[in-house]
Nanobody, 116 residues
Framework: QVQLVESGGGLVQPGGSLRLSCAAS????????MGWFRQAPGKEREFVAI????????YYADSVKGRFTVSRDNAKNTVYLQMNSLKPEDTAVYYC?????????WGQGTQVTVDS
């Protein structure tokens, strides 16, 4: 089992940047595929980005492609989401997810608000 804690959210102006972090417990972090998802008020949770266990493969939602970058540091048991050129429609609670062998683990989420 793995426990996930997101951080780095906050209030930012349109066009600004934030870097989210997701710290994982456990000694097997490097074996998990890690993903970022978000949920805006009144909307379904949606996929944002995913990174393979080695970091060698990444995939993004079209809405964030070219603006967001997912990365991981397996030595630090942490996955990151660098968010640039933020837009008001990026406002949401951002969650990280660890997946392995059909099991998913979620963090508690961190709020990102993009507003002038």
């Amino acid at each position: 089992q793995v426990q996930l804690v997101e951080s780095g959210g906050g209030l930012v102006q349109p066009g600004g940047s934030l870097r989210l972090s997701c710290a994982a417990s456990g000694r097997t972090f490097s074996s998990y595929t890690m993903g970022w998802f978000r949920q805006a008020p009144g909307k379904e949770r949606e996929f944002v980005a995913i990174i393979s266990w080695s970091g060698g493969m990444t995939y993004y939602a079209d809405s964030v492609k070219g603006r967001f970058t997912v990365s991981r540091d397996n030595a630090k048991n942490t996955v990151y989401l660098q968010m640039n050129s933020l837009k008001p429609e990026d406002t949401a609670v951002y969650y990280c997810k660890a997946s392995q062998g059909g099991r998913d683990y979620w963090g508690q989420g961190t709020q990102v608000t993009v507003d002038s």
